[in-house]
């Protein structure tokens, strides 16, 4: 009996399969060469130095229109998402200052707004970098350089507001639910899941803008569309290793002692950065090869060393 033909699918899983392991070691090599690691520590730093003062910020701001306690329980979601271990430590040190609205001031919103801006402006620095474009400002203007974290700060208090109103009527609508008919809803609230699923959406939504954006390159949307949902549903993957880790695994009490809680918070953020560096990487190598005109598995190190032959 003749055996049967290859199937086009095992077929096609034999060609893919090395492009997109030459593609993901191609990525990898250029991402060590820009020094990704060294630029991830430093947007890691300052994603450390921003976050207190941009939470801090949006809830003495928010808290004027909203719930306080209900925009807290929204932030802890949010903090969880960003640093999956000791997130309470964020969240304490921000009400803090919200209790004591007479330390902040006017002086003082001014001080968070510039603190709260260091985690933009390092990571514009750093794609600069990825993106082979190291003078960025110089093909940008100077005022839309000033002007993009403040921007991206103003989107992510949009949208926190946004979700703390839908908390807010969804809790409205159960208390009238349960003062009509007795009982709550069948859904009554938001539930964890729900405002997790929320945050993984925000996360998307943010590292997408943050490669459609703040890249010097004109970068296509389906491409940052696309690395930004690989990134946060990455880092997602990550985030829920890191708190299994630190909270069954992890030696960095015993090593560190009363310094465990910042290095752990500073070392998820910095997970966090090679992940979204590493994205970027992709995006870069793609539009490189957009631009000469080549398929996206094709090396053009290779391909030029192919011509010169």
């Given at each position: 009996?003749?055996?049967?033909?290859?199937?086009?699918?095992?077929?096609?899983?034999?060609?893919?399969?090395?492009?997109?392991?030459?593609?993901?070691?191609?990525?990898?090599?250029?991402?060590?060469?820009?020094?990704?690691?060294?630029?991830?520590?430093?947007?890691?730093?300052n994603i450390l130095l921003s976050i207190v003062p941009l939470f801090a910020l949006l809830a003495v701001l928010l808290t004027q229109v909203v719930d306080e306690q209900t925009l807290f329980n929204v932030l802890s979601v949010q903090a969880r998402h960003l640093a999956p271990a000791h997130a309470e430590v964020l969240l304490d040190a921000v009400r803090t200052l919200v209790d004591t609205p007479e330390v902040i001031g006017l002086f003082g919103i001014l001080v968070?707004?510039?603190?709260?801006?260091?985690?933009?402006?390092?990571?514009?620095?750093?794609?600069?970098?990825?993106?082979?474009?190291?003078?960025?400002?110089?093909?940008?203007?100077?005022?839309?350089?000033?002007?993009?974290?403040?921007?991206?700060?103003?989107?992510?208090?949009?949208?926190?507001?946004?979700?703390?109103?839908?908390?807010?009527?969804?809790?409205?609508l159960n208390s009238l639910w349960l003062a009509l008919f007795g009982s709550d809803l069948p859904l009554a609230g938001l539930s964890e899941t729900a405002l997790n699923l929320f945050s993984f959406g925000g996360v998307f939504i943010l590292f997408s803008a943050i490669y459609k954006v703040l890249p010097l390159v004109r970068i296509a949307l389906r491409r940052a569309v696309v690395g930004g949902f690989v990134a946060a549903l990455l880092w997602e993957g990550i985030r829920l290793l890191l708190v299994f880790y630190f909270a069954n695994l992890s030696l960095v009490n015993a090593v560190y002692g009363s310094l465990a809680t910042l290095i752990v918070v500073l070392?998820?953020?910095?997970?966090?950065?090679?992940?979204?560096?590493?994205?970027?990487q992709v995006i870069a190598e793609l539009e490189h090869n957009a631009r000469r005109g080549l398929p996206w598995h094709v090396d053009p190190r290779r391909e030029a060393v192919t011509h010169l032959d």
């Open positions: 009996m003749a055996s049967r033909p290859p199937t086009r699918s095992r077929h096609l899983a034999f060609v893919l399969l090395p492009r997109i392991a030459s593609f993901l070691w191609r990525v990898l090599t250029a991402f060590l060469r820009n020094r990704g690691i060294l630029l991830a520590g430093g947007v890691g730093y968070l707004l510039v603190f709260s801006s260091f985690a933009f402006r390092m990571l514009e620095d750093a794609l600069a970098i990825i993106f082979h474009a190291p003078d960025a400002h110089v093909g940008r203007s100077v005022w839309v350089s000033v002007l993009l974290p403040y921007v991206f700060m103003l989107v992510l208090g949009a949208g926190l507001l946004a979700l703390t109103l839908l908390v807010t009527l969804a809790g409205a070392l998820s953020l910095e997970v966090g950065a090679i992940i979204l560096l590493l994205g970027a």
